[in-house]
């Protein structure tokens, strides 16, 4: 299944990169190409203005909903940061019913020892031990431990996780709503002041956040993130779980949800603390597997996609996305070598300067939605902006090997220091 995947998306990268190449040779040849990026540049700037000027509002609670509730961690070497992780889960404040599994992925430290250490303290926790010839990937284990919890709600944390004591009380009520499937809290980065890049990264949640909370306000697609993402057991099973021929788990999962009618909410208040990778390379592997697992979901879910079963708000909103993300880095290469080429000015420049706008203002209001004085917001979102163009090579490349390269699905996990 997963070589008949793999070679399925191969050939489709391919042909969006083929596709690609075309649209903007031909916009270049057509007269009126300058004119059509106007036009698409002009309906991505109203988009933007929509998202940016829109007011979030708050759902309520309903603090008697109490769900039996299973939290689910993937943990593969995790010696540093397990025993804290333990820790923190079971003494999570929740009048219902709770239960903690983590699913040991044939590490080959001492994480396998520490938990069964840990069980022996916390009646809450269950471990489940997997052998290195398990089924491989991050979406293996939580269907694995999926299969053995309790759990109305389940909620998924990475290895490196940590939430205020009222976690439970401030989220799980949201699913008295049915039409709720999942919700994902706030990401945040605890490590935040260790260097450039954890600083950005910092910056980068709260500019994430920022648009995942008025993507949901104007009707769009709210994005699960992994980290810190609460799922409905009977919607994750309507479905068919986590899919594990994928590279991001939460991606796929989010439009599988989102394509059979589920909500997903974003938490703005609500926060998961998680570390930040300290060096460029790791960021750069980091960046690469979201990147393949971001436009995967897209070749995967195409037909339904481009059906709009989504509804026209979401698939637009999907658009949008897709473009500025994973098509505009591609066509921007390729019309910058076409205007050396001919020695003419780049087509898609009114399109980059919308992205970029879109960009630096959202850094800027995530920031002041913190409380973060001006001066500061503006040297953040001018900084951030320039952090952010390391997804402009990061997916080029990443779409290019995706057309060429085989995939062989295994776990590249993040290294957690605690």
């Known amino acids: 299944m997963l070589g008949e995947d ?91 019913e709770l239960e903690v599994w983590i699913g040991n992925d044939g590490s080959t430290d001492c994480t396998g020892e520490l938990l069964e250490r840990l069980c022996l303290e916390q009646p809450r926790l269950h471990v489940l031990h997997r052998l290195p010839g398990d089924r491989p990937g991050k979406s293996a284990v939580l269907n694995d431990l999926f299969s053995q919890s309790r759990g109305d709600i389940l909620i998924v944390f990475d290895a490196d996780a940590q939430v205020d004591a009222d976690f439970l009380t401030r989220t799980v009520p949201l699913f008295a709503q049915p039409g709720v499937g999942a919700v994902q809290v706030r990401k945040a980065i605890a490590n935040a002041d260790e260097n450039f890049w954890t600083r950005n990264q910092a910056a980068e949640m709260l500019f994430d956040a920022f648009f995942q909370l008025r993507r949901q306000t104007i009707g769009g697609t709210a994005e699960l993130r992994g980290n810190g993402q609460l799922v409905r057991a009977t919607a994750l099973q309507q479905v068919g779980d986590w899919t594990e021929s994928t590279v991001t788990d939460d991606l796929d999962l989010t439009l599988k949800l989102h394509l059979q009618g589920w909500q997903v909410q974003f938490v703005w208040e609500t926060v998961v603390w998680e570390e930040g990778v300290t060096s460029w390379q790791a960021l750069w592997r980091q960046r690469s597997r979201w990147a393949e697992g971001g436009f995967q979901r897209y070749l995967d879910h195409a037909r339904s996609l481009l059906k709009k079963d989504l509804g026209d708000t979401k698939s637009l909103d999907q658009a949008v996305f897709c473009t500025i993300q994973y098509l505009m880095p591609v066509a921007a290469l390729i019309d910058l070598s076409l205007a050396v080429f001919w020695r003419a000015a780049p087509l898609l420049t009114p399109l980059l300067l919308v992205a970029t706008t879109m960009t630096a203002v959202g850094f800027y209001r995530a920031q002041r939605q913190t409380g973060v004085s001006v001066p500061e917001a503006v040297m953040i979102s001018a900084l951030g902006t320039l952090y952010f163009l390391h997804w402009f090579p990061v997916i080029v490349i990443k779409l290019v090997s995706m057309a060429i390269y085989p995939k062989r699905l295994v776990w590249v996990k993040t290294v957690h220091q605690g």
Not at 22 to 44: E, N
Not at 47 to 57: D, E, G, H, M
Not at 66 to 74: E, K
């Open 6 to 96: 793999s070679n399925t998306r191969r050939w489709q990268t391919g042909l969006v990169l083929l596709s690609i190449c075309l649209v903007v040779l031909g916009l270049h040849l057509s007269p009126v190409g300058s004119w059509m990026v106007l036009v698409l540049a002009w309906g991505v700037a109203v988009y933007a203005l929509r998202l940016l000027t829109s007011n979030p509002v708050s759902l309520p609670i309903d603090r008697t909903y109490l769900p039996r509730i299973s939290i689910l961690v993937a943990a593969k070497d995790e010696e540093q940061v397990i025993k804290r992780l333990v820790g923190n889960l079971c003494t999570l404040q929740y009048a219902g």
